[in-house]
């Protein structure tokens, strides 16, 4: 799944506009940095054990052999990162967390999710 020299690997919806433009911004902070990161589109979902429709719906990362996803991904990328750092300190914090947490898996990845069905034709599917 990851290749040597990645601290931690990323995989996203790359056919989502949104997803892919947020991405493509850490990868390109993350390059101008020297910082270890790997990318994998949602078509490589087979090689981290999930479907193509299950990596769509959320974004993970594996970071030291663990498979996170949602908000804890996001974390795990922010920490890494210049200018993002304390993004993954506040939406860490015990009172924003569970928070951000339910923004997340209630409305920002059903809302862009809902679009990647309507998107493949598939919008009857949720």
């Given at each position: 799944m990851g290749r040597m020299g990645d601290d931690i690997r990323v995989l996203y919806n790359d056919t989502c506009p949104v997803c892919r433009f947020e991405i493509d911004s850490y990868r390109r902070l993350a390059e101008s940095h020297g910082i270890a990161m790997g990318f994998d589109p949602v078509a490589k979902a087979a090689d981290w054990g999930l479907t193509q429709d299950a990596a769509?719906?959320?974004?993970?990362?594996?970071?030291?052999?663990?498979?996170?996803?949602g908000m804890a991904a996001f974390r795990a990328i922010w920490a890494r990162l210049?200018?993002?750092?304390?993004a993954a300190m506040v939406t860490g914090w015990p009172v924003v967390r569970p928070v951000m947490d339910f923004v997340y898996?209630?409305?920002?990845?059903?809302?862009?999710?809902?679009a990647h069905l309507r998107r493949q034709g598939r919008q009857g599917e949720i």
């Open positions: 769509a719906q959320r974004l993970h990362v594996v970071l030291d052999g663990e498979l996170l996803s210049p200018r993002w750092r304390w898996d209630r409305i920002a990845a059903p809302v862009l999710y809902r």
